[in-house]
């Protein structure tokens, strides 16, 4: 189906859950799904054809609400589109890392359902000096495009689409900032940016719009596994 083109409609039905058939089928288990609104969006939903082989598909699917706020029985297919090529590797390598400052950082990375690569960062930092004693830092961040991204809406709000370059960064949030800011600014729930060059990881901080606050250079240890 052309990208631009519309479906006529579709049909929603209630039914019991039934076996997967043999012949071809969605997987839609295995897509990100966004819904806000009227407006239901999967992306990367794996549709299988006769001869076993898999297809990735984003499309948008519109309900219609009745006058008396009842779900019509058709709804409208917006687009229907190939989904853009992911990686089969991660950009980051995982093992421990360190900063100037005092931060031990490990690294971890997993692939999610739908081919996308999500790291997940782990820092602590102890220092006599230090009015909190130990701080404790938990991030995530998930390569891949900005469209379909797990983090997709926040990262939309805070405008990370209008950061020029931002296709170069694989983008998250800080999921645990225990005791006060770390890197200088990072706190829970902030918008964060990473890339991997050689043995160095730099995250930028972006708190909750699209300018860099602060951020940090992070060294992978050279007996790190």
């Known amino acids: 189906m052309n990208g631009n083109a519309f479906a006529r409609g579709c049909i929603l039905l209630l039914a019991p859950a039934i076996a997967w058939p043999t012949e071809p089928t969605a997987r839609l288990e295995h897509a990100q799904i966004i819904a806000s609104g009227n407006s239901l ?29 009842s779900l019509n029985n058709r709804c409208q297919f917006n687009y229907i589109n190939l989904s853009p090529e992911l990686s089969s590797s991660s950009k980051f390598v995982p093992g421990t890392y360190s900063d100037p400052t005092g ?24 220092s006599p000096n230090d009015p909190w004693g130990e701080r404790s830092l938990s991030s995530t961040w998930v390569d891949g495009p900005l469209e379909g991204h797990p983090f997709e809406l926040d990262l939309a709000n805070a405008g990370v689409d209008k ?3 931002n296709e170069a960064f694989s983008w998250g949030k800080v ?39 602060c951020g940090a250079v992070l060294v992978r240890q050279s007996d790190s596994k």
């Open 163 to 165: 950061i020029s370059g």
């Open 103 to 126: 931060y031990i950082c490990k690294v971890e990375v997993s692939h999610l359902l739908g081919g996308r690569a999500q790291t997940a960062m782990s820092c602590v930092r102890k």
């Open 41 to 69: 969006r999967i992306n990367r939903a794996p549709l299988m054809d006769k001869r076993g082989k898999v297809r990735y598909h984003d499309l948008s699917i519109m309900l219609n609400v009745t006058d008396d706020g």
């Open 175 to 213: 999921s645990n900032g225990q005791n006060n800011v770390h890197f200088g600014c990072f706190r829970t729930g902030d918008v964060l940016g990473a890339t991997q060059v050689g043995e160095i990881i730099q995250i930028s901080g972006y708190e909750s719009g699209n300018l860099q606050k």
